[in-house]
């Protein structure tokens, strides 16, 4: 015979009242809202501006992270008995961080030397340091620190603060210009440098854009290789103000028509000119 055990009318009652509640995030700690982590060799190059200065050709690392002016320095370490000279390098003190950008909304994943690291605290964030007109600041950029810079200036908070300090300042209606409102490039380009997989019409939008700058280049290319044509056509007349004149006039033809006389050039009086030789 079983026998059943005893219990309390009160745990009984408590037993029977539980209910179980399920959590709405049950097995994660983090935010529901989590922001991007971005790369800066990941931010797209074709809608963002040149950098001034040019690509760094020493120490490239510094072309795509913060790594400010610093370089690998060598040297010579002498020894003080035998005064024996060892060849040695110095390299910069480089870090992986994390910096948040108030404006963007989001963490840029970046490495980042220790000395700039210290300026980016003394300004107030990665924003002030990244905003900042100082030539020797945009030299201490570089070609990634340029682009992140021209990412950041396309947000409604930049935009906001750019008006409060020209009204600030009291400048005049002619020297206070608001850059031109880009806004809707953020999340294309947050996506593109964002790691993993792109939403397709970020993959749609960028391909155009490719196609759109390598017209642009094949239209160039074949206006400068006309232009050549020219050149080439008047040094063989002599420099005859007659004769500048005619190449004048087809330098203003169509491009269509420049082909036909460049081909005819090559090809017909080329020949009649072999014939004669004959």
Do not use: C
């Not at 009652?13 to 995030?25: D, G, I, P, Y």
């Not at 790594?67 to 320095?73: F, H, Y």
């Not at 600030?168 to 440098?193: F, H, Q, R, T, Y």
């Amino acid at each position: 015979m079983r026998l059943n055990p005893l219990r309390p009318g009160s745990l009984t009652t408590a037993l029977s009242s539980l209910t179980l509640t399920s959590s709405s995030r049950a097995f994660s700690t983090s935010s529901p809202l989590a922001a991007k982590t971005i790369k800066i060799k990941a931010i797209p190059k074709l809608y963002a501006p040149a950098y001034p200065l040019g690509d760094r050709q020493h120490y490239k690392q510094s072309n795509r992270n913060l790594l400010g002016t610093a370089r690998i320095r060598t040297g010579n370490v002498i020894s003080e008995k035998h005064h024996q000279v060892s060849k040695r390098t110095w390299k910069p003190n480089v870090h992986n961080k994390r910096l948040f950008s108030e404006h963007l909304g989001a963490w840029i994943h970046t490495r980042v030397t220790i000395r700039v690291l210290r300026t980016i605290r003394k300004e107030g964030g990665l924003d002030n340091y990244l905003l900042k007109d100082k030539p020797a600041r945009v030299a201490e950029l570089g070609p990634g620190g340029w682009r992140l810079r021209w990412l950041v200036q396309q947000t409604q908070g930049y935009r906001e603060r750019f008006a409060a300090e020209s009204a600030k300042l009291k400048m005049p209606l002619g020297e206070a210009v608001m850059p031109p409102d880009n806004s809707a490039l953020i999340p294309l380009m947050l996506d593109a440098a964002t790691p993993g997989g792109l939403k397709q019409w970020t993959t749609r939008i960028l391909h155009r854009k490719r196609k759109e700058e390598a017209r642009k280049t094949s239209a160039s290319v074949e206006k400068r290789r006309m232009k050549r044509a020219l050149e080439v056509k008047y040094a063989l007349l002599g420099g005859d103000p007659a004769a500048q004149a005619e190449v004048a006039a087809e330098a203003a033809k169509p491009k269509e028509e420049q082909a036909e006389a460049v081909w005819e050039d090559v090809h017909i009086d080329g020949a009649k000119t072999q014939e004669a030789k004959l």
